[in-house]
């Protein structure tokens, strides 16, 4: 089979190759083709590639073989899946995200609120012509979106390419994993209960045996206080939700505790991985041969770092080993990969089109829920229906999400504001007008909603 990743002089590309490289399947992934429009940063991950898999004991069969182009119709012909994780306007523009947000008083996350809003708007149109491009060159193939904001984008990308692009996370698979593992259960013979958008959802129930065991986790002070998400929202929250929060969720429920602290460090998250990511390309630039080595070491540093303020706020310490350990959106994305070309029934969750499955959106959103894969695709299952907190938030986030998509797909500013004014996180029309005459100002991405 051949994969085609977008943006594969990205950073995180070799986490996915090292699932490529583990796969010991029949009619495993043999050609990977790298597509990106930076050809030093292609050639660094090349690099780091070709030593991943020279490093590997005893491979199970040969490494897939990796090519690597600027041409995005040559990276797309021929492909079987496409993977796309692109970021339009790199790290550079994702601390213009962050600074103009903070400098107008709300938070500037790089997929929450103001700074999610602007990465999309600037995202979009990207992602759109891909789309258009992925169903002139390769109509057969599979996309999987991972590109942020991945529900946003892939409900933009569905009008082209319609249920055979679907979006990933690695965070609600991770949050179940975790809490199947403070009850001691097997996360992998587990039923996740987990519904919302992108980045906004909640696990209700964890069933193993034909029970719901999330009522005995909740009761636990002990197994909550062993994972991530019970250290960052705390027993007592947890308790009166009757659920657990995807770990971003931390931003809504501790906003302003959690804007303090981002204002309070010298630097932003993306100034941080700006700095840190430019100084691993160059150096790899000057020593091709230490590629893998290097890029071990940023990664460790990259993923120790994660969401440090969050957990500043709550005193949740710093992270644990186990939830830095590989197996995230990889392995959900090799997964899905496997159920589809060989019809190996499997139970993901995923950013798929509703489908009624919940009441308060209409069939053609794009959720986060799970789904049984095949050869077909994704088809979500029936979930318990959101409360009436999580359906307020869910349908506010959803109106910014789809405001979002038209002013980006019309280049309408004033439908742009809307999208600012609307997130509960900005909540006035006033800083929306602010954020959006900032952001053009200061992002070329964005000239196109310039008056």
């Not at 891909?130 to 942020?148: C, E, G, L, S």
Request: with cysteine; aromatic share 8%.
């Amino acid at each position: 089979m051949k994969l085609t990743i977008l943006g594969g002089g990205g950073f995180r590309v070799p986490l996915v190759y090292h699932a490529l490289l583990g796969d010991r399947g029949a009619g495993r992934v043999t050609s990977v083709v790298l597509y990106d429009t930076d050809q030093s940063r292609l050639s660094a991950i090349a690099a780091v590639l070709r030593q991943q898999a020279a490093g590997v004991d005893s491979p199970p069969s040969d490494p897939p073989v990796v090519t690597a182009t600027t041409d995005l119709d040559e990276a797309l012909r021929g492909a079987d899946f496409v993977f796309s994780a692109i970021r339009v306007g790199g790290l550079e523009g994702r601390t213009v995200d962050e600074r103009v947000a903070l400098g107008l008083g709300v938070l500037g996350q790089e997929t929450v609120g103001a700074g999610g809003i602007a990465y999309g708007l600037r995202t979009l149109p990207v992602a759109v012509q891909i789309a258009q491009r992925i169903a002139a060159v390769a109509p057969d193939a599979w996309t999987i979106n991972f590109t942020n904001p991945a529900g946003m984008v892939t409900e933009a990308m569905i009008p082209y390419l319609g249920d055979r692009v679907i979006g990933i996370c690695d965070s609600p698979s991770g949050l179940g994993r975790r809490a199947a593992l403070a009850l001691g259960v097997d996360p992998s013979t587990a039923f996740y209960d987990y519904a919302g958008l992108n980045h906004l959802g909640w696990l209700r129930g964890l069933r193993s045996g034909g029970v719901d065991r999330l009522p005995d986790l909740l009761q636990s002070a002990e197994a909550l206080a062993s994972f991530e998400e019970g250290r960052l929202f705390g027993v007592d929250w947890l308790r009166s939700l009757g659920s657990i929060p995807n770990e971003y969720l931390h931003y809504y429920y501790f906003a302003r505790e959690t804007l303090a602290a981002v204002q309070g460090v010298r630097q932003t998250r993306g100034t941080f991985l700006l700095g840190q990511q430019s100084a691993f390309y160059a150096e790899t630039g000057q020593h091709p041969e230490q590629a893998f080595e290097l890029w071990q070491k940023t990664r460790a540093e990259r993923e120790s770092t994660y969401m440090v303020e969050s957990r500043e706020v709550a005193d949740a310490g710093e992270r644990d080993e186990r939830d830095m350990a590989a197996g995230g959106y990889e392995q959900v994305a090799l997964s899905l990969m496997r159920a589809i070309a060989h019809n190996e029934r499997a139970s993901l969750i995923l950013n798929v089109r509703n489908r009624g499955v919940l009441r308060h959106l209409d069939d053609d959103a794009v959720v986060e829920i799970p789904c049984t894969v095949d050869a077909n695709g994704a088809l979500p299952v029936t979930v318990s229906q959101l409360t009436d907190h999580q359906a307020g938030l869910v349908s506010a986030v959803k109106a910014v999400e789809r405001a979002t998509i038209e002013a980006a797909t019309t280049a309408s500013r004033a439908t742009a504001v809307k999208a600012f004014a609307y997130h509960p996180l900005v909540d006035s029309v006033t800083v929306g007008r602010s954020l959006l005459d900032t952001y053009v100002e200061q992002l070329p991405n964005l000239a196109y909603l310039r008056s």
